[in-house]
């Protein structure tokens, strides 16, 4: 089966981010577990070498931690048993679970060139998918990822949008506020996002999304900035933007 019609029916993924990954590298593995998620996917991230065979399971005893005294264990060739010292009381059956987590029917390895294949290419599948969504929002992520850059120092996310890109994904901009919500718990601990749409050749209608004041501050200091809530919004002329994004990005 080919890795793109895996990818498709994969339900439970894993991404394996190799020790000689890159930033780069990291960078696809956060942006395909995005992707992945967005797309209905049950996806972890685990940055340590992989250990495919290794899997999972746990013993649960339900609102007895305040009573148990002692854990042991004792193991030969077959079995497994284990052993709960209570300071009092007894266990029933209703206290005791078995979880087995789901088994990964996808691993993708990510900064690894011995991999069997090219995990930049699975992540252009994942993006192709994004952009054959039937969700105008999922279309409008899939360029939003395509086009990310980090900036690590400041911890914002930032992206540049034609008008070619958004006819071409049949999208349009009002959809940034579902991508922010899609993109924020997979970059940085508090993230801001800078969007940039063309509006012609020379002027861009910049998005920004951020919790944190002193950007804000910043934001709301440009000529003609709208603030309300957590966005600010203004217009600039193209050969500016640098400009503004070095005023925004210094502390």
Not at 12 to 23: L, Q, Y
Not at 125 to 142: F, M, Q, T, V
Not at 237 to 249: A, E, G, H, T
Request: charged share 20%; net charge neutral.
């Amino acid at each position: 089966m080919e890795i793109k019609e895996r990818l498709f029916h994969a339900r439970n993924i894993e991404i394996w981010v190799s020790p000689r990954a890159t930033k780069h590298d990291i960078h696809i593995a956060h942006s395909s577990a995005c992707g992945l998620q967005q797309l209905g996917k049950r996806v972890r991230i685990i940055s340590q070498a992989p250990f495919p065979s290794q899997n999972i399971c746990t013993v649960t005893l339900r609102g007895l931690a305040p009573r148990i005294a002692r854990v042991a264990y004792e193991k030969d060739q077959t079995d497994l048993k284990l052993h709960f010292t209570l300071q009092q009381g007894n266990i029933s059956a209703e206290n005791v679970s078995l979880e087995v987590g789901p088994q990964a029917d996808l691993t993708i390895i990510v900064g690894d060139n011995k991999t069997q294949y090219n995990h930049e290419a699975v992540y252009h599948y994942i993006l192709e998918l994004l952009l054959n969504s039937e969700d105008p929002a999922l279309r409008l992520l899939g360029v939003a990822l395509f086009k990310l850059e980090e900036n690590a120092a400041n911890d914002v996310c930032s992206a540049t949008f034609t008008k070619e890109d958004l006819r071409a994904a049949l999208t349009e901009p009002k959809h940034v506020g579902k991508v922010v919500e899609f993109l924020r718990p997979h970059f940085g601990n508090q993230p801001s996002f800078l969007f940039w749409f063309e509006k012609s050749p020379a002027v861009l209608q910049a998005l920004c999304w951020t919790t944190r004041p002193g950007f804000q501050e910043q934001a709301v200091k440009l000529p003609g900035s709208v603030q309300k809530g957590n966005w600010c919004l203004w217009e600039t002329s193209r050969n500016k933007k640098d400009s503004i994004c070095q005023q925004l990005f210094t502390p």
